[in-house]
């Protein structure tokens, strides 16, 4: 069954489309995305992202435990970013550390329906909150890591006190584009809404390739962070992950949360972002390099957590 699970997602073509950045790099190729429709698809990823979460949180019925995991899931979306932030400052600058910790904060969506996959065939079930969980995950992530990148960035002198930081967090205009979505989701008509399923859900894929096609291409060529980095990023990537899955685990032991949610949990809090981090990076921290970012989330912990994780976790949450 894992088998499968790892099968199904190396050949999915949005992540194929990666390999082929990759490649389109090492080979030297003259490919290249346009900056302006770079930009254009990076505020499209936020934006979908955000308005799909708020309309599956509007959808989702409420009631104290789904309230308690929608707060647990907030609650780690804070405190992932800060002590992966200060672990990484011992060796990285502020803005690759800072774009690290949103990443690692923040949640992957191909990990959260591998997680899906495992349980389906387990014959599991799973609250549709979750799907609001990991939208909810996103921002709380994003504005962590900008606001420390401003906190203990130097060349910000005069800019550190909370007020600020916060101001400039919540203001930049990728966290300003998922949050002002998810909000937007939330309190929007569904009727309405399904005016514009086409442009933000039946497109989604589409544009995620073509990012993902950038981003390989970016991380390729940038890829001397990671090995200037070495043993230290891809050990991190290792750690971290299990690190955060158990904290997931342990967090969710208080309350009447299913095995299934804690599974996902467990996965989301233990995943990496690889699409919405790094389209806000890309905007927010210009200065942190992609090719360590990136290859540690979607070269290490990705496939760490779909051969690993997963079954790991689920043993811990039936022991």
Same mark, same amino acid.
Request: aromatic residues 12%; hydrophobic residues 55%.
């Given at each position: 069954? *894992?088998?499968?699970?790892?099968?199904?997602?190396?050949?999915?073509?949005?992540? /194929?489309?990666?390999?082929?950045?990759?490649?389109?790099?090492?080979?030297?190729?003259? $490919?290249? !995305?346009?900056?302006?429709?770079? +930009?254009?698809? %990076?505020?499209?990823?936020?934006?979908?992202?955000?308005?799909?979460?708020?309309?599956?949180?509007?959808?989702?019925? @409420?009631?104290? *435990?789904?309230? $308690?995991? /929608?707060? /647990?899931?907030? &609650?780690?979306?804070?405190?992932?970013?800060?002590?992966?932030?200060?672990? @990484?400052?011992?060796?990285?600058?502020v803005s690759d550390a800072g774009a690290v910790?949103?990443?690692?904060? %923040?949640?992957?969506?191909?990990?959260?329906? %591998?997680?899906? %996959?495992?349980?389906?065939?387990?014959?599991?079930?799973?609250?549709?909150?979750?799907?609001?969980?990991?939208?909810?995950?996103?921002?709380?992530?994003?504005?962590?890591?900008?606001? $420390?990148?401003?906190?203990?960035?130097?060349?910000?002198?005069?800019?550190?006190?909370? +007020? =600020? !930081?916060?101001?400039?967090?919540? =203001?930049?205009?990728?966290?300003?584009?998922?949050?002002?979505?998810?909000?937007?989701g939330l309190i929007a008509d569904s009727k309405?809404?399904?005016?514009?399923?086409?442009? *933000?859900?039946?497109?989604?894929?589409?544009?995620?390739?073509?990012?993902?096609?950038? @981003?390989?291409?970016?991380?390729?060529?940038?890829?001397?962070?990671? +090995?200037?980095?070495?043993?230290?990023? !891809?050990?991190?990537?290792?750690?971290?992950?299990?690190?955060?899955?158990?904290?997931?685990?342990?967090? *969710?032991?208080?309350?009447?949360?299913?095995?299934?949610?804690?599974? @996902?949990?467990?996965?989301?809090?233990?995943?990496?972002?690889?699409?919405?981090?790094?389209?806000?990076?890309?905007?927010?921290?210009?200065?942190?390099?992609?090719? &360590?970012?990136?290859?540690?989330?979607?070269?290490?912990?990705?496939?760490?957590?779909?051969?690993?994780?997963?079954?790991?976790?689920?043993?811990?949450?039936?022991?």
């Open positions: 069954m *894992t088998g499968n699970i790892i099968i199904s997602n190396l050949t999915n073509p949005v992540l /194929l489309f990666f390999l082929l950045g990759i490649l389109a790099a090492l080979v030297k190729s003259d $490919l290249e !995305i346009p900056a302006s429709s770079s +930009r254009f698809i %990076s505020l499209y990823l936020l934006f979908s992202i955000g308005f799909r979460g708020g309309q599956e949180l509007s959808h989702s019925g @409420m009631d104290a *435990t789904v309230g $308690l995991t /929608l707060l /647990l899931a907030m &609650l780690l979306a804070v405190i992932v970013p800060f002590y992966v932030f200060f672990l @990484m400052r011992t060796r990285m600058a910790a949103s990443a690692y904060g %923040s949640v992957s969506a191909v990990t959260f329906v %591998s997680a899906a %996959s495992f349980l389906e065939a387990s014959q599991v079930h799973y609250g549709g909150h979750m799907v609001a969980a990991m939208a909810l995950m996103e921002a709380p992530a994003i504005v962590v890591g900008v606001g $420390l990148m401003r906190k203990f960035d130097k060349e910000s002198a005069g800019q550190h006190r909370f +007020r =600020t !930081i916060v101001h400039d967090a919540l =203001t930049n205009g990728s966290v300003l584009m998922i949050v002002g979505s998810l909000l937007i309405q809404a399904e005016g514009i399923k086409p442009f *933000t859900s039946d497109i989604f894929k589409g544009f995620l390739a073509v990012f993902l096609l950038e @981003m390989g291409m970016v991380a390729a060529k940038r890829f001397k962070a990671f +090995r200037h980095y070495g043993w230290f990023a !891809i050990a991190a990537a290792l750690i971290i992950p299990p690190i955060n899955g158990l904290l997931a685990i342990g967090l *969710t032991t208080f309350g009447n949360i299913s095995a299934g949610d804690k599974l @996902m949990m467990a996965i989301l809090a233990s995943s990496a972002s690889y699409i919405a981090v790094p389209a806000a990076m890309r905007l927010a921290a210009p200065k942190a390099d992609p090719g &360590l970012y990136i290859p540690m989330a979607l070269g290490v912990t990705f496939p760490f957590n779909i051969t690993v994780g997963i079954p790991f976790y689920w043993w811990l949450i039936q022991g």
